[in-house]
């Protein structure tokens, strides 16, 4: 006799079957402020997050806050005002569908908590630069496509921004024959692919003696605006 036994289900039976690791909440109506928290280190600014910060708030009403841990001193004036102005109606929470909250800490990685029920916090400036890019936009449905994004990323914080100058090297190469096949790095359309290298070769300094297929990817960049609060931080 078998310690229990599983009935067998009849009739028609449908089941929602989930199709993602957890389901983000809408973000359309205001009244209902998600907020999202990011601890970083002044010492190791994330420009990646600033980048997509500028873009959440072309697609939401964002409210965006900067503030200083204790465990930090001397934070520059252009970190403080990095997330850019203090909103006019920033009194009035219900106005706004994102809260976007900055604070400097000495932490020895970017750290990110969502106001999702029973959602584990978020480490790594790659990781949560995905987090964020989905509330922008799907990624790839096609999983040969969403690999290539997500090797761009790992190689742009791994071996462009922390790897030595022979590794640097090896990038900028590989992203110039990538770029030799297609205008943006994941092919014919603008991805977090190309908001990470960007600003992993804006971060190193290098971006004045990259090969020509990279010189006019920034270009291409550049022409977009979306960069404008890295470049300005690192001014």
Not at 13 to 30: A, G, I, N, Q, R
Not at 56 to 72: E, G, I, K
Not at 136 to 153: N, Q, R
Request: charged content about 15%.
């Amino acid at each position: 006799m078998p310690m229990y036994q599983v009935k067998p289900v009849s009739g028609d039976m449908e089941v929602d079957l989930p199709t993602c690791m957890y389901k983000l909440p809408s973000f359309h109506d205001l009244g209902a402020l998600r907020d999202i928290v990011i601890n970083a280190n002044p010492a190791q600014p994330p420009l990646t997050l600033l980048v997509l910060h500028s873009l959440l708030c072309q697609r939401y009403r964002v409210l965006s806050t900067v503030h200083v841990h204790s465990s930090v001193t001397d934070v520059p004036p252009q970190l403080l005002s990095c997330l850019g102005p203090r909103h006019a109606d920033s009194y009035a929470r219900h106005m706004f569908q994102l809260g976007f909250t900055l604070i400097w800490k000495d932490v020895p990685k970017v750290q990110m908590k969502f106001s999702v029920q029973n959602m584990c916090p978020i480490e790594g400036e790659a990781n949560v630069a995905r987090f964020l890019f989905k509330l922008l936009a799907p990624y790839p449905s096609d999983p040969a496509a969403a690999t290539l994004v997500d090797s761009w990323l790992d190689t742009a914080f791994f071996q462009l921004a922390e790897g030595s100058a022979k590794e640097r090297a090896a990038v900028l190469r590989a992203l110039n024959s990538a770029l030799g096949r297609n205008p943006w790095l994941s092919g014919p359309e603008f991805s977090l692919a190309d908001v990470a290298c960007y600003c992993c070769v804006l971060q190193t300094g290098s971006a004045a003696s990259t090969p020509a297929n990279v010189q006019r990817w920034i270009k291409s960049c550049d022409n977009l605006g979306h960069f404008g609060p890295a470049k300005r931080l690192l001014q």
